[in-house]
């Protein structure tokens, strides 16, 4: 079984919303009580892997980059182990692969793709007129 798999990519006109899903296994937190973190990055053939959003799964607290604060929404459902990503105002630049992300890292490596163990295989978000 995977421990991390997204769901809900596709292809959406620029203003357009997407909500992507993460199914997160429990083995990812057995005997680890804090510091689970659960991230979003995303990738184009052009660029490295870029930190998109990330949430601590105890806490709550999330993260931001800069280019989505204020458009996503990262979205956690402890009971259900679902960590969602809700895209709005999509614009070209967003589109790439996201990918899901489980790690334990200190707030000054949240963004680093170094600090995470455990990956999804990606979902593919198009933005297209």
């Known amino acids: 079984q995977a421990q991390l798999e997204e769901s809900g990519g596709g292809l959406v006109q620029p203003g357009g919303s997407l909500r992507l899903s993460c199914a997160v296994s429990?083995?990812?937190?057995?005997?680890?009580?804090?510091?689970?973190?659960i991230s979003w990055f995303r990738q184009t053939p052009e660029k490295e892997r870029e930190f998109v959003a990330a949430?601590?799964?105890?806490?709550?607290?999330?993260w931001y980059a800069d280019s989505v604060k204020g458009r996503f929404t990262i979205i956690k459902d402890n009971a259900k182990m679902v960590v969602g990503l809700q895209m709005n105002s999509l614009e070209l630049e967003d589109t790439a692969i996201y990918y899901c992300?489980?790690?334990?890292?200190?707030?000054?490596?949240?963004?680093?793709?170094?600090?995470?163990?455990?990956w999804g295989q990606g979902t593919q978000v198009t933005v297209s007129a």
């Open positions: 992300a489980h790690g334990r890292p200190p707030l000054s490596a949240m963004t680093m793709v170094s600090s995470y163990n455990y």
């Open positions: 949430t601590r799964w105890t806490a709550g607290n999330s």
């Open positions: 429990r083995q990812l937190f057995t005997g680890y009580t804090s510091g689970n973190t």
